[in-house]
């Protein structure tokens, strides 16, 4: 299936990035060559094959519910674009 | 001491003997790179006054005598592993103002173990890409022909070693960032086992895939450094809980009796003649080193491609959605409310490379595609699997090259990224079943450029692989040789 312009503009949207209207035309190029290569699965005859997930057959540690992580808020924020009183600031959501 | 000539475990012997100081091996290198670096672009950060510190404590180690192998040594790092107050990009301009608050599983062992950090190595931006050209700090060059790619994403890793500016590196392999880079520089590259190398501190690409290995002229070499990196973390929670193992314990084992099995997939076309002479002689080698061919078949190698492009975006697609300019990272400076912030930061703080495989990613996810797609390249995954380990059943190690041909023009694949993507087609599928893989030189091919031989093993069979490299390299010179540039 073709990927329109409204549908890059949908992607983008969900994947939070902002397209510049010089943007669109190639990137929707690029993308349909990318899902062109991709759509050669669509032949494959997977009838009766489980989806593979990881390649090893790993299972879930579990752990004794502690406390383990140490209070490291200054040092973390310091690499923070905005940060006062020990909060991440951003811009204002709530009117 | 000719830092061109001699091996990590020549150097490692010589600070043990104290024919030479730590601090001395670090000056040396850092000249190096002073001297050499400008011409390859192969580090974003080195910081001459912290490795030197490093080096004085090392010293004051060795001279204690309770040093271990590496300690002295100076490794440079990806800049895709977390090191705390270091500049840490992940060739990303998302990431040019993070100074790492914490260290990486890896840079912990390393520190455990006594060796340096000799800087942090350029790479595709977020570890997309195949030549190192996708990297906001600049194209690195391959150190045998500057006019040509070294490889990616671990091509800052992979030239520095190549060149000797650092006598090993560490790097990740996603879809054969170790093995691809390693076989295009001319040095030799280990991607372990997945689980074997906690991806704690590793920036996350593609997590069911992501993979911390080393590069380094000789398999020997990688050895040694393995023995220091692989450990289990509980704080990666596909990280492998094993006895420790001694990479090296095996090397010297003879190879008579080895059954090398021979994908026809990976010799009917789509393989260059230079690349395909270079590993035939390699094959013969090993004959006369007692091993003999089995002719295998691997049917579903073309998929991996496509499988790969399905699942790697996807999963990128998500781990790369913690970059909103809130936390860290790059913050656009001007916006109009929270949700533009988010975009105009992450418009302007990924490249074209990253925002292709996160809207691809977003797409194979999102309603009405994911069956079609996602799940669609899950099964193929477990057939692409189920293959390798039939073949597993008839030979003890796969071979065959691991890049199409030698290393292409600067700007050849970027306007084509379908094209980019299809140089990785002999790496992709050890990445999709968690294999080990390692590449080693094995001779020159068009334009005197190296030709990588790559060898897939069994889970955990690393140690042997290593053997199966090592055994050549005795035989042969091919990984001592180095560019004329690093010569001096």
């Known amino acids: ?95 | 001491m000719n830092l061109a000539t001699t091996s990590l475990r020549q150097l490692a012997q010589a600070l043990q003997k104290r024919q030479i100081s730590s601090r001395e091996l670090a000056q040396a290198y850092l000249e190096r790179i002073v001297r050499l670096d400008s011409g390859i672009g192969a580090f974003i950060t080195t910081d001459p006054e912290r490795t030197l510190a490093q080096a004085d404590a090392a010293d004051a180690r060795i001279a204690s005598g309770t040093a271990g192998p590496l300690t002295g040594i100076p490794i440079a790092h990806k800049d895709i592993f977390c090191t705390q107050g270091w500049l840490t990009t992940c060739g990303s301009k998302m990431l040019s103002n993070f100074v790492s608050p914490y260290d990486a599983h890896v840079i912990e062992q390393f520190e455990a173990a006594g060796a340096l950090i000799l800087g942090k190595t350029n790479m595709d931006e977020f570890a997309m890409g195949s030549s190192n050209e996708t990297s906001f700090y600049g194209t690195v060059k391959n150190p045998w022909d500057p006019t040509r790619i070294p490889g990616g994403s671990s091509g800052g890793s992979a030239a520095a070693v190549a060149a000797r500016l650092a006598p090993a590196a560490t790097a990740t392999d996603t879809g054969g960032s170790i093995r691809q880079p390693a076989a295009l520089c001319g040095i030799s590259g280990i991607k372990p086992t997945y689980g074997l190398v906690s991806r704690y501190g590793m920036i996350a690409f593609a997590s069911s895939l992501d993979q911390g290995g080393v590069l380094a002229p000789s398999a020997e070499d990688l050895g040694l450094v393995l023995n220091a990196m692989v450990g289990f973390d509980e704080r990666d929670s596909t990280s492998i809980e094993r006895p420790a193992e001694d990479y090296t314990e095996l090397l010297e084992q003879p190879l008579k009796g080895l059954r090398i099995g021979l994908p026809r997939e990976f010799f009917s076309g789509g393989i260059s003649a230079d690349v395909e002479r270079a590993i035939e002689a390699a094959l013969q080698e090993y004959e006369r080193l007692g091993a003999t061919r089995v002719e295998i078949s691997l049917p579903n190698t073309a998929l991996s491609v496509p499988v790969y492009y399905v699942l790697a975006p996807a999963e990128a697609s998500s781990n790369l959605s913690r970059f909103d300019g809130v936390r860290y990272g790059w913050r656009a400076p001007q916006y109009e409310d929270l949700g533009d912030m988010y975009e105009r930061s992450r418009a302007q703080g990924f490249g074209a490379e990253v925002k292709r495989r996160i809207l691809t990613g977003t797409y194979v996810l999102s309603r009405g595609y994911y069956d079609a797609y996602y799940l669609q390249a899950q099964r193929v995954r477990r057939l692409i699997v189920d293959d390798f380990r039939s073949a597993f059943a008839q030979c003890d190690v796969i071979m065959g090259p691991s890049t199409p041909t030698v290393a292409f023009g600067l700007g050849e694949k970027t306007s084509d990224p379908v094209q980019m993507y299809l140089s990785d087609i002999f790496t992709i599928s050890v990445n999709l079943a968690g294999l080990p893989g390692l590449s080693i030189p094995a001779g020159f091919g068009e334009g005197g450029l190296p030709v990588g031989l790559q060898l897939i093993g069994d889970y955990f069979s690393e140690a042997r692989l290593l053997n199966v490299a090592h055994r050549y390299q005795q035989a042969t010179d091919w990984h001592a040789r180095v560019p004329a540039l690093a010569s001096v």
């Open chain 1, 1 to 95: 299936m073709a990927l329109t312009e409204n549908d890059l503009r949908r992607l983008a949207r969900l994947a939070r990035i902002r397209i510049e209207d010089g943007e669109a035309g190639p990137l929707l190029a690029q993308l349909s060559g990318i899902l062109g290569l991709i759509d050669q699965l669509q032949a494959v005859d997977t009838e009766g094959v489980e989806p593979l997930s990881h390649a090893l057959d790993l299972q879930q540690r579990l752990r004794q519910d502690e406390i383990t992580e140490t209070d490291r808020r200054e040092q973390f924020q310091a690499v923070a674009p905005q940060v006062e009183a020990g909060l991440y600031l951003v811009p204002k959501v709530i009117e």
